[in-house]
């Protein structure tokens, strides 16, 4: 088997990004068949008729069945919510600039024009309750959906669409079941031919049944994961924590080899249908972790999936390990023996202040202790909550509202201290965040309203009960807010603070008639860039880092009181988004050219770090991540490749969480071999990196990211 995996793995690498135009016309021809049904009923019904109607792939990958598009790598279009090129993909990706363009057809992008709802997917970013898939089956969901009483209210109607869904997979399920075994009539190939007949088995009872073994329930997971884009969540779909809910299929015949093949053949089929080809990189997979009693939940299991990360090196799904001081040796031996060669996987999460913040956040101990990473970094639970990810509560992007209060402020030089400065700042985002909270309601209403997902809602727990789609009727509903520009705000006060308060050698005026000059005075910008700098353990600097933390959730606090909701959840995160944010943001008190990226994480800027590691992480540590983080963050630490080894990494780790850390992406990079692998790619294909919130192959990355990888790994060579 690990013949016929490496050789699905290699053609799916070398497979080009296509469109698929299937759901895109199924769903077109489904919206007009059932137009007249209210919407949720509308919705199940085209999901059925996309699954009942859509080309099954069993050749690609026959090891399991599933697949979203007709053919790996084909993008699979949501009309419903839109048809646009992503703007980080694309940067991420050169070669998929303008692949939609020309591509769709013109009665169904009329058909579309003004009934769009918006974005190019559902909120995505969720894990569904895998555990109740596998071990009791969705027949089991359609016999408690049933038992309540039927009613004509909107409850009873959502439900009713629920059970259609579900019917729908089982449907689904068994057309592959079908299928599979006539491929195994004809197969010649004995391997092959086993595996199909291993997945018509398989798939003639889950995911409708509990599975009764090993492969089963990796089918029924796949199946569950792939139908949930087909849905309309598209991007960033979780397959949560695999390793506790497979636990159960562990014995005295639990073979790993066998295991391991399976898994990495699963990543695969994953990997080769997610939503937007090689451009969707965020389907996270989080094992390992301690659960509410207090166990070490790492197993066999937990140490084949890093196994298979690390035998199929793709950049997707990715790979998130649980850590605490009770951890298994064998699973942080082998995460800190990947990390050390440049696997750049497992990223690693620290289980204390990560559980807490959701039981800050009014989470029971028992669901607290079951997160797990749902998207970049984004935190939730899985078929609990998924709010970090969907930020109604707004974006907080510390630079541009420090650079908006400056250049909107009418009389600048009125600002006498950086209290007053700080209280303009204050004022700037509470008006925006107040804003985003009402505008966020208002949003998942619509959505709840427009383009509901009653199977994926099935799925997750209290949306039965309330009868309502998963974005209103979830069992915690904590508004989520993004964070981004937090390194860059704090270095831009910090040099506000010297340059204009404590050495007076420009005012105010001035600074901001440098930073429309786009600092065309290198000598202004020289004072700038020469204050301390976040990240090196210097109080000077760190001090504005943690205002600007404390700042942001008195606000929120206040916001959350405003509206009458639960506690907000904060995620700092970045994927691409430094590109995208630094093109909207002009030249900056911290020295940045106008139009250039911010920082990639929570961490130093990349150059600035003159403490090394040591210096960052003892920065990041003084924010309080259980209290001030509870949707994650992400920090990205660059080590020298010759000199990393398992026992450096460990150290690292292990003194960053011991003093209450959360996560931190670690790679060891070698510049020279970067550069290589820039002239030579087809020599470098298992070299996987981690960008900031997600994995990719470094020779599938764009220049522009290739480049800030090398930058990064000069700094520290």
């Known amino acids: 088997m690990k013949e016929l995996i490496r050789n699905i793995r290699d053609e799916l690498v070398s497979t080009t990004?296509?469109?698929?135009?299937?759901?895109?016309?199924?769903i077109t021809e489904a919206y007009q068949m059932f137009d007249s049904y209210p919407v949720p009923l509308k919705r199940a019904k085209a999901f059925n008729h996309v699954l009942q109607n859509m080309d099954l792939d069993l050749k690609?990958?026959?090891i399991f069945a599933g697949n979203t598009s007709s053919r790996p790598r084909a993008w699979m279009l949501i009309p419903e919510h839109g048809m646009n090129n992503d703007t980080q993909v694309v940067i991420e990706n050169e070669c998929l600039k303008g692949i939609l363009d020309g591509q769709i057809p013109r009665d169904i992008l009329d058909y579309w024009k003004d009934r769009s709802f918006g974005g190019s997917s559902g909120i995505g970013h969720l894990a569904v309750d895998f555990q109740r898939v596998v071990h009791c089956g969705l027949e089991d969901i359609i016999a408690e959906i049933k038992s309540y009483p039927e009613t004509n209210g909107e409850e009873s109607?959502?439900?009713?669409?629920?059970?259609?869904g579900l019917q729908a997979?089982?449907?689904?399920s068994e057309r592959y079941a079908e299928e599979a075994q006539k491929a195994a009539a004809s197969e010649e190939n004995p391997l092959i031919w086993e595996a199909h007949l291993r997945v018509a088995e398989a798939c003639s009872r889950v995911p409708a049944k509990p599975a009764k073994n090993l492969f089963e329930a990796l089918q029924a997971m796949v199946l569950v994961h792939l139908v949930t884009a087909i849905e309309g969540h598209g991007m960033s779909i979780s397959i949560g924590l695999p390793d506790r809910v497979l636990a159960p299929f562990i014995d005295d015949s639990f073979d790993f080899e066998y295991a391991n093949n399976l898994i990495s053949a699963f990543m695969l089929k994953v990997a080769g249908n997610s939503f937007l080809g090689r451009g969707s990189k965020t389907q996270a997979t989080t094992v390992g972790g301690l659960n509410h009693l207090g166990e070490d939940q790492c197993n066999q299991i937990t140490l084949a999936f890093m196994e298979a990360c690390d035998d199929i090196r793709i950049g997707d799904p990715h790979i998130f390990l649980r850590w605490h001081d009770d951890i298994s040796p064998k699973a942080k031996e082998k995460a800190v023996d990947m990390l050390a060669r440049g696997v750049s996987m497992p990223l690693l999460i620290n289980d204390v202040p990560t559980a807490q913040g959701f039981i800050n956040a009014g989470c029971t101990p028992e669901d607290a202790w079951e997160y797990c990473v749902i998207g970049c970094n984004e935190l939730g639970i899985p078929g609990r909550s998924a709010d970090s990810s969907t930020a109604v509560a707004g974006t907080v992007q510390y630079l541009a509202m420090l650079n908006d209060t400056l250049l909107d402020h009418p009389d600048p030089d009125s600002i006498q201290?950086?209290?007053?400065?700080?209280?303009?700042l204050e004022k700037n985002m509470k008006q925006r965040l107040t804003r985003a909270r009402e505008n966020g309601q208002k949003h998942r209403v619509r959505m709840a309203e427009n383009v509901p997902t009653p199977f994926t809602s099935a799925l997750m727990q209290g949306c039965i009960k309330n009868g309502k789609d998963l974005v209103l009727g979830m069992k915690y509903r904590l508004p989520g807010v993004y964070e981004r520009g937090?390194?860059?705000?704090a270095n831009a006060l910090s040099s506000i603070q010297r340059?204009?308060?404590?050495?007076?050698?420009?005012?105010?005026?001035?600074?901001?008639?440098a930073m429309q000059d786009d600092f065309n005075d290198a000598s202004v910008r020289a004072k700038l860039v020469s204050a301390p700098r976040w990240g090196n353990d210097n109080n000077q600097a760190d001090q504005w880092a943690t205002i600007l933390v404390d700042m942001r959730e008195q606000v929120l606090n206040s916001v959350d009181e405003k509206f009458n909701t639960g506690p907000h959840m904060v995620c700092h995160v970045v994927r691409s988004l430094h590109h995208v944010d630094g093109r909207r943001i002009a030249a900056s008190p911290d020295g940045r050219y106008a139009w250039t990226p911010v920082a990639d994480s929570i961490g130093a800027q990349t150059g600035t770090a003159s403490e090394g590691p040591t210096g960052v992480i003892n920065s990041v540590l003084k924010l309080d991540a259980a209290s001030n983080y509870r949707g994650g963050y992400n920090l990205n630490i660059t080590l020298p490749k010759s000199t990393a080894s398992p026992e450096s990494v460990m150290s690292l780790v292990e003194t960053f969480f011991s003093k209450g850390g959360q996560e931190i992406q670690i790679n060891c990079l070698d510049a020279h071999v970067l550069r290589e692998a820039q002239k030579n790619p087809e020599e470098y294909g298992d070299l996987v990196v981690r960008i900031a919130g997600f994995s990719a192959r470094f020779?599938?990355?764009?220049?522009?990211?290739?480049?800030?990888?090398?930058?990064?790994a000069d700094v520290v060579n």
């Open 169 to 172: 997979v089982i449907d689904w």
């Open 699 to 712: 020779v599938d990355l764009s220049i522009k990211e290739q480049n800030e990888l090398i930058e990064r």
């Open 486 to 489: 937090l390194t860059n705000a």
């Open 60 to 62: 690609s990958n026959p």
């Open 17 to 26: 990004d296509t469109v698929c135009l299937q759901r895109a016309r199924l």
């Open 157 to 164: 109607i959502y439900r009713g669409a629920m059970i259609i």
């Open 499 to 513: 340059v204009v308060f404590k050495n007076g050698s420009m005012s105010m005026t001035q600074l901001i008639r």
């Open 417 to 424: 201290s950086m209290d007053q400065l700080l209280e303009a």
